[in-house]
């Protein structure tokens, strides 16, 4: 945890050294406060009219300096915690955008989230009372006994007896109760995931009369995590009694020593001033100890939200630029030089032995049964993850020779379950090219035949679209992700299943559009139906992860089994349902 808090830190150090100077400052101030009010005593007894005025007014200037302290060292903590977690959440985000998916595949959503959020609140909350109460208990401890010996040593030394034994109870506590807290933080993945699946399938869970079933999962992640941090609690329950015993254990031997007027190694008698003063500090050391046990109760809580933040910290990108990157794509030629590739070491190779070269500016069709690899196939492409085995070329180049970004914006993929951002349809459309002119942006949703429904909304372009695009229809948000990777006039442009949702005479549309408007733009058509196909230059048939089958329609029709099986499939569907 200390690392991260010293990397995270940063420019916020300033702000953390001023808090623990002025809370140190503090502590010494209010360790001198009861002394002071000793001797007012003492003079006032005496009727002492100057040294009561001399003694009230330090007593004055002590209490309004250690308010002074304490509250710049509240403003400087306030800007030192916040900016912290500030850092840590920037630190992170910026580390999971660096992630390739094989990084991202290693962490849920959920517990993405739950450390970007629970997490890190944890590890903001241990490092205040850190900076604040770390650095003032000890103080307050070391000055406050050396202010009660002054007083009376044999009465102080019932004070440091008892430390030693309040620190073990509190140590024994505290080891008690942290791997329950371990378990319990991690519970919050769990009501996290159960949360997020809900919310993001409300639609299906609705439809199907599934409520209660929902309802039920949440309850039970619930239960768990109530069931972990109530056990902490009750442990941690023993705390505060333990400690009160202790303290008022003491305080009752002193205000009894005192009554009997033991005499001091000075052989003064001890006063009113003197007993009130000692039960003070007697307090203040005890109540130390009871602030060092909150911090380290705090601390063994955050210790497992600091691990997790570290895991997204330390996890390295599996897929980075090279040494001396390339800038520039040549062209949209494509080459499989016999490629393998599994997504971990852990599972078979889905893709096997791919031997493929597809020409700049050619149309390919892609087609197989769920499971035969088709997007692993074309995630090799733009890198979103790298081969086990043999090589991938874009523009005669291996793709690991290029900068991420550069082949990335030249390498264009529209996926079929694709999503649109909250804000206007511009917006929207403007991540394909932030620099795009709105006559550009209307060519863009011309060709894929998104302009026409556009046009029917009230604000068109400047049509706000919901989070996730729910506002729109499937076929509808098809079509803009198709404009928006559009607008980044790629040299290769790959559709996932991404026309999956509109209709087959506007499929039509879309493929006519590229084939007059992007002659030289090397397009791959990933689909299940065979009419989205039917007129590429070339079809792929993969199976298994192998390439099955590779010509045009007419030739696969004639010698590929697999690809006559679907088509017929096909076209006896369209029959019936017209029929």
Known sequence: MIRII???????????IITMILVIFEGILECMIPYTIAQLISVVRLADMDGIRRYGLILILLAIISLLCGAGGGIAS??????????????????????SFENIDKFSTPSIVTR??????????????????????????????IMSFRISSQISMMFLGMIPIVAILLFLI??????????????????????????????????????????EKFRKASRDLQANFTTAERILAWNAPLLQFCIYAVITAALYIGAQTIIDSQGLLLNVGGISSIVVYGMQILMSLNILSMVFTMISMSMESAERIEEILDEEPKIKNPAEPVYEVKDGSIDFDHVSFAYNEKTADVLKDIDLHIREGETIGI????????????????????????????????VREYDLDTLRKEVAVVLQK?????????????????????EELVEACRLAQADEFIQTFPDKYDTYIEQGGTNVSGGQKQRL?????????????????????????TDALIRKAFRESLPRTTKLIIAQRISSVQDCDRIIVLDEGRINGIGNHEELLENNRIYREVY????????EEHE
């Open 116 to 145: 970007l959020t629970t997490d890190v609140m944890n590890v903001q909350q241990s490092f205040m009372m850190v900076i604040r109460m770390v650095m003032r208990a000890p103080v307050m401890i070391v000055f406050a006994t």
């Open 418 to 438: 694709n999503v649109l951002f909250s804000g206007t349809i511009k917006d929207n459309l403007r991540w394909g090219n932030p620099e795009a002119t709105d």
């Open 78 to 99: 306030a800007d030192a915690v916040t900016g912290l977690s500030r850092n840590l959440r920037k630190d992170m985000f910026e580390r999971i955008q660096s992630f």
């Open 568 to 575: 017929e499939s096909q076209q006896r569907k369209a029959v």
């Open 174 to 215: 505290v080891r008690i109760v942290m791997p329950v807290f371990r378990r319990a933080f991690r519970k919050y993945d769990n009501l996290n995931a159960s949360v997020e699946e809900n919310i993001e399938g409300i639609r299906v869970v609705k439809t199907y009369v599934h409520e209660d079933l929902e309802e």
């Open 367 to 398: 087609v197989g049964g769920t499971g035969s690899s088709k997007t692993s196939l074309i995630s090799l492409i733009s890198r979103l993850y790298d081969v086990t085995a043999g090589r991938v070329l874009v523009g005669g180049r291996d």
């Open 481 to 505: 992700c198709i404009a928006r990777a559009l607008l980044r006039k790629p040299k290769v442009l790959i559709l996932d299943d991404s026309t999956s949702a509109v209709d087959t005479y």
């Open 6 to 16: 010293r990397h995270s830190l940063r420019e916020y150090k300033t702000p953390a």
